[in-house]
């Protein structure tokens, strides 16, 4: 009896339910999606990282390459028959849509057991087998995944064309690679695998190797030959465990996906409290109907057994929906995720997203979980029923009203306790985020104290300016708080994370716009052509002679950039020749800028952006001891810039200092300052005549300024994303809530309409109502939405990121912000009214 | 000259052998695999054009023959030895490079890595107390100094596993290699000169001109010096036997394998003689061998003069492949009758191909005296 007096209730009140499921549906798509194309991502870069390095325990390498010689020495001296010679690099192809691809060379013979992605190229049906004779002996010769070579149409025998730093090579395809495994495919899609004696050839590498992975066995003699091993490495070479060098690349990313994952649980957050707020609104309309079921003697136990277990539908359904919802939000999402983490930190291919069934189980467990935990109040509230059939539902509001003060309170508390957790000097972003989410539970227990407090003052100061309307719609509110109040914190909890994220998100683009005004100093700059994946391009150095050479042309700096391996993981170094006008471009967040320059010009300092100093601690007047090809060397710090360029940092050094410390005359881009009154298009042309066929990006300032602010906003699309998607939520649940409150008052409002209530009045009294519901969950909003945005922008992202951040608070958002809540109210007053009004009130009147 | 047959197998690796190890050794890396490849595809598809080919007797010089001769496709350096402490404990080794070119002519690049050489070593020990018998396979691309040959002052070696001579002579010659359980640590001295094979050491190996290769020998070699098993380490001294050759040209089809002696008689004579068998059972009449007299002065031998059977078969618990373990050869013109026994059944060579070679004991009579001696045999082709 008690299910089928439930399902009749649930069928009967579609709203609610439909609403309820809605919540944890979108909730649960949202957290799933993120956490797919988290897992997808990441796992796309472990596989493409344990394919290509094999079993590898450890990995020499040293900064600008490792002289091949260790290798020699290696296996002619110390007989370390478990190491492996790797030279890497990249190509671009010519046609193909500029596809990048990875070149791999290998010595098939040095230690076959490393390469078991390797497959032959056995099947002879497929056209032409692999010719390992030509692979071996004859130059720009390489081999290429099938499934890789159908795609792009090459077949065996096939030649591509493709650019390598800088220059052209036609590379012959002289066999197909099977796939042992899933692995295999994925790590050696668009890898050409070459010879090591090709590699070393295309990629300009002669003499070095890129590095040698080892296998060393964990006890005492391979503990032992690591020792031998490391006193054979020349200066600047060193040993690394490949774990350290996995660990490294997974922790970059981690700020990054834990940023994500909370994004998403505020979404499963906004969407628990739609399902709070319908399930009270499901007991406390069922007050009688309990009391009734009480008087005939269904224990507590039964009761709450009862709304568990519609809760439990709820969640079942809704999760299910929303897996699948999430699913197919994911495959959307995949490629933002994507595309950020090759932005901000490294190169990594995704092609699918995995449905890791743990992910999925993941999202099953929260959605159950938060629909379960948001149904425990409205529990609490039906056993709580007196078994009397009589009982009204004002008595319920009566008690509601007085436990105002005490969620007020306790509210109050979670807010400073929160607080008090910020304010804890640590890294640990976790501990943020669940101050930021306590935040803003405390904030919802306030909320009906809030509402009460406002609408009795709007009625004592507005006395009677206000009309009947007025009081009605404010008494209604007040009235049944119980419900009311549910719904307003739920809509401002809603519209506040929107604000947060939102402000954060204008505060960075708008630091990054001025900081890109202030750095970029030069007038013109010139790099290689940008072909995606393409790392490291350098320049001709003739070339950048010519350029220099122009009349106009006043003066140059140049840049090149390049990574170095260190125990602490890698570090990306930028060598610059600058004047001290380009110099100024670093705007210094410590230091002085004259001293600085000095330091750096004169006596081999570096500077440091902010990320650099946050992540490892360091400050002016410290030194940093960096991997050189003269053995490690230690470096004063004589500045800390900010830049927002990357979120790993990068450490500045003056061009001679690199020089001379790691042998590297690369040229990877210039920034050209022109005479005064010079034509920077006339300039530019003259460039790109110099340049000939040399694929060059020459871009003036502004163009250079402008892309880095596409890049810019690229990379943040996906927080875009997901803030468009919480509005979204938070949207359906303000119509949904609000729409259902009005549909269940309809006994009331007919009441109203028999008693007098023209239709036009009751669109009116119902749209005041709803708007000013909607209006308190806006202008309530604001104040949390601006705490949660400086937590995001002082806390979060400076222990995400290490960035500082100017705080931008656009007011037009904050109107928005407002506007939208009240768009929505008033949006969901539309159908209720319309029904209502059509309605007649005798039919709405009669008895159930 | 032995290793007809190895001529097959070395054309297989060539084309293979890349193919091989890039195919996954299993992690582990050691043991042989069924390649995929069949002997015959493989053969067929050789093209040995650009290659210089064995047509005639040539002039051999040394010390310059003992070093590379690279527009041939294969060539390799042989060493095989039965060495005892003074105690008696008898060990046989095996330690042998193969050069094999992948195109006929190498071209000047920009890498120290690129080559048209690459080499194979094989390396195995027969410890007879234990009744162990070890094998190792390596491999390595000529450049870089990674492996190579040199003839003056002379050196073969493939990583950290060599043969090289002393200053400007080449004997004696010094035998290192090792890996994870065994190691020799051996010194070469040639008891006797250089022993050219066939004609004037141009051996032939089929009816058609070219397919032939230069092979010479050093049939006694005193050895001294230490092998190492596990972590225990013997002085030890025998004698050793050296073979070189160098060929371009293939196997012939009906050709199966071969069964090649090399013996080292206790009356200071050795005797080196190859059976080839024919796919019908039948011995090929290119079989041929030479006996060499305490002075150094060679007898041809050729299949007429030497016969030769087995008595029981040994089944190879790794391969299932039954190989003859006991023979008998008698050469008539000599007056040698001689039992041969391997001092271990099982001698297989767990390698890209498998086959068999053991150190084998060997006791006898000349002319009614008994006699007896060391050696080694080899026996590859069979199923």
Do not use: C
């Amino acid at each position: 009896m008690l299910r089928r007096a439930s399902l009749r209730y649930l069928l009967r009140h579609p709203w609610q339910f439909g609403l309820s499921i809605l919540g944890v549906a979108l909730g649960v798509a949202v957290v799933v999606a993120i956490d797919l194309a988290n897992a997808s991502a990441q796992r796309a870069f472990t596989l493409s990282a344990e394919s290509l390095s094999g079993p590898s325990t450890h990995q020499i390498s040293a900064a600008g390459g490792l002289p091949e010689s260790v290798y020699q020495a290696l296996r002619l001296q110390l007989a370390a028959r478990t190491s492996t010679p790797i030279i890497e690099g990249r190509a671009a192809a010519i046609n193909l849509q500029g596809r990048s691809f990875q070149i791999l060379g290998i010595d098939p013979l040095a230690n076959p057991g490393a390469y078991p992605y390797l497959a032959q190229a056995q099947d002879r049906r497929a056209e032409g087998d692999t010719d390992f004779a030509a692979f071996f002996t004859r130059p720009n010769t390489g081999l290429l995944l099938q499934a890789t070579a159908e795609r792009l149409g090459l077949r065996a025998g096939d030649a591509m064309a493709v650019r390598i730093e800088g220059k052209l090579h036609t590379i012959t395809i002289v066999g197909l690679l099977q796939p042992r495994d899933e692995l295999s495919r994925q790590g050696l899609d668009n890898v050409i695998v070459t010879d090591i004696a090709t590699a070393q050839e295309l990629l300009n590498m002669a003499g070095r190797l890129s590095r040698i992975d080892l296998v060393i066995p964990v006890d005492q003699a391979g503990a032992a030959l690591l020792e031998r091993i490391k006193a054979v490495l020349p200066a600047g070479a060193q040993v690394l465990s490949a774990n350290t060098r996995a660990q490294a690349l997974e922790q970059m990313t981690q700020a990054f996906r834990l940023n994500l994952t909370a994004l998403s649980l505020l979404a499963l957050l906004i969407g628990m409290f739609l399902i709070y707020n319908s399930m009270t609104f499901s007991v406390i309309q069922r007050h009688s109907l309990i009391g009734m079921l009480r008087a005939i003697g269904v224990t507590r136990r039964e009761i709450a057994r009862l709304i568990l277990s519609e809760a439990l539908v709820v969640a079942l359904i809704g999760t299910g929906i929303g897996i699948v919802l999430g699913i197919l939000l994911g495959q959307s999402l995949l490629h933002l995720v994507a595309r950020t983490i090759n932005d901000l930190y490294f190169t990594v291919t995704v092609r699918e997203l995995i449905l890791s069934p743990y992910s999925l189980t993941k999202g099953m467990l929260l959605g159950i979980g938060a629909t379960l935990v948001a149904a425990l109040w409205p529990v609490r509230e039906a056993v709580t029923v007196v078994p009397h059939n009589l009982l009204s539902r004002s008595a319920g509001e009566q008690r509601f009203t007085r436990r105002i003060p005490r969620a007020a309170l306790s509210g109050a508390a979670l807010i400073m306790l929160s607080a008090a957790l910020l304010l804890i000097p640590t890294n640990n972003l976790l501990l943020s985020f669940a101050a930021l989410f306590g935040i803003m539970a405390g904030f919802a227990l306030l909320v009906p104290a809030v509402v009460w407090v406002l609408i009795h003052l709007l009625q004592r100061l507005s006395g009677n300016t206000l009309g009947w309307l007025g009081k009605m719609s404010s008494r209604a509110i007040t009235a049944s708080l119980s419900r009311n109040g549910v719904a307003i914190a739920a809509l401002a909890i809603a519209i506040s994370a929107t604000v947060g994220v939102g402000i954060m998100i204008e505060s960075l683009r708008n630091t990054v716009v001025q900081w890109l005004e202030q750095s970029l100093r030069a007038d013109i700059y010139v790099s290689p052509a940008d072909t995606e994946g393409v790392q490291q391009p350098t320049l001709d150095p003739a070339l950048v002679g010519r350029m220099a050479s122009l009349s106009d042309v006043k003066m140059m700096s140049i840049g090149s950039r390049t990574t170095i391996d260190t125990p602490q993981g890698s570090t990306a170094l930028f060598a610059v020749q600058v004047p001290y006008q380009g110099f100024q471009g670093f705007q210094l967040k410590e230091g002085e800028t004259q001293t600085a320059w000095r330091l750096f010009a004169q006596q081999a300092a570096v500077i440091i952006s902010e990320p650099y100093a946050y992540h490892h601690n360091l400050h002016v007047g410290d030194t940093l001891t960096l991997p050189t090809a003269r053995g490690p060397h230690t470096f004063p710090i004589a500045g800390v810039f900010y830049d927002y360029g990357s979120s790993q940092g990068i450490v500045i050094v003056q061009r001679s200092t690199y020089q001379q410390f790691w042998d590297d005359e690369k040229i990877g881009s210039l920034g050209i300052y022109l005479q005064p009154g010079s034509d920077i298009n006339k300039v530019i042309d003259q460039l790109h005549q110099l340049a000939g066929s040399e694929p060059l990006q020459i871009r003036s300032n502004r163009m250079l300024r402008e892309a880095s602010i596409t890049i810019f906003d690229r990379t943040f699309a996906i927080t875009q994303v997901l803030r468009a998607l919480t509005i979204f939520i938070a949207f359906v649940g303000i119509l949904g809530s609000l729409m259902a409150l009005q549909l269940e008052r309809a006994k009331e409002l007919a009441v109203l309409r028999a008693i007098g209530l023209t239709p036009r009045q009751l669109w009116g009294l119902v749209g005041a109502e709803t708007g000013l519901m909607g209006l308190i969950a806006g202008v309530l909003a604001l104040p949390l939405g601006l705490a949660l945005a400086l937590i995001l922008i002082l806390v979060v992202n400076r222990r995400s990121f290490g960035w500082t951040m100017q705080i931008t608070i656009d007011p037009a958002m904050l109107i928005n912000a407002i506007a939208f809540a009240l768009i929505a109210a008033l949006l969901a007053g539309i159908y209720p009214s319309f029904k209502m009004a059509r309605t007649s009130p005798a039919l709405a009147l009669r008895e159930e | 000259m032995q290793h007809l047959l190895k001529w097959g197998m070395l054309i297989l690796f060539a084309l293979a052998l890349v193919a091989l190890s890039v195919y996954l050794s299993n992690p582990s890396g050691t043991t042989s695999r069924q390649t995929g490849i069949k002997l015959s595809d493989v053969l067929g598809d050789i093209n040995i054009e650009g290659y210089t080919r064995a047509f005639e007797p040539r002039e051999f010089s040394f010390p310059a023959d003992h070093g590379l001769h690279p527009g041939y496709k294969h060539e390799w350096w042989y060493f095989t030895g039965n060495l005892a402490t003074p105690q008696g404990r008898h060990f046989g080794f095996q330690l042998t490079f193969f050069r094999i070119a992948l195109a006929p002519h190498s071209k000047a690049r920009d890498s120290a890595w690129a080559t048209n050489q690459i080499y194979m070593a094989h390396f195995t020990l027969t410890d007879v107390e234990n009744k162990k018998f070890y094998n190792v396979e390596r491999f390595s691309r000529a450049g870089l100094g990674l492996a190579d040959a040199t003839a003056q002052p002379f050196k073969v070696w493939l990583e950290d596993w060599s043969a090289a001579g002393q200053g400007a002579q080449t004997f004696p010659l010094h035998l290192r290699a090792a890996n994870n359980d065994i190691a020799i640590d051996l010194h070469l001295d040639a008891l006797k000169p250089v022993v050219l094979q066939g004609d004037k050491g141009l051996s032939q190996k089929s009816g058609e001109p070219g397919n032939a290769s230069y092979y010479y020998s050093l049939t006694r070699l005193g050895t001294t010096g230490t092998v190492r098993v596990g972590e225990k380490t013997f002085p030890v001294s025998g004698l050793s036997w050296m073979d070189r050759e160098w060929s371009t040209s293939a196997l012939s089809k009906e050709q199966a394998g071969w069964d090649w002696f090399s013996l080292q008689l206790s009356d200071g004579r050795d005797v080196m003689f190859y059976r080839l068998r024919r796919k019908d059972g039948q011995p090929d009449p290119h079989s041929a061998g030479a006996l060499v007299a305490p002075d150094g002065t060679k007898k041809s031998l050729s299949l007429q003069g030497v016969q030769i059977a087995s008595a029981g078969e040994w089944r190879s618990p790794h391969s299932g492949i039954r190989y003859p373990v006991r023979w008998r050869l008698r050469i008539p013109s000599e007056k040698l009758d001689l039992q041969i026994t391997p001092y271990l059944a099982d001698q297989e060579l767990n390698v890209s191909v498998r086959y068999w070679e053991g150190a084998v004991r060997i006791e006898g009579t000349t002319d009614g005296k008994p006699i007896k001696g060391d050696g080694y045999v080899e026996m590859t082709g069979y199923n």
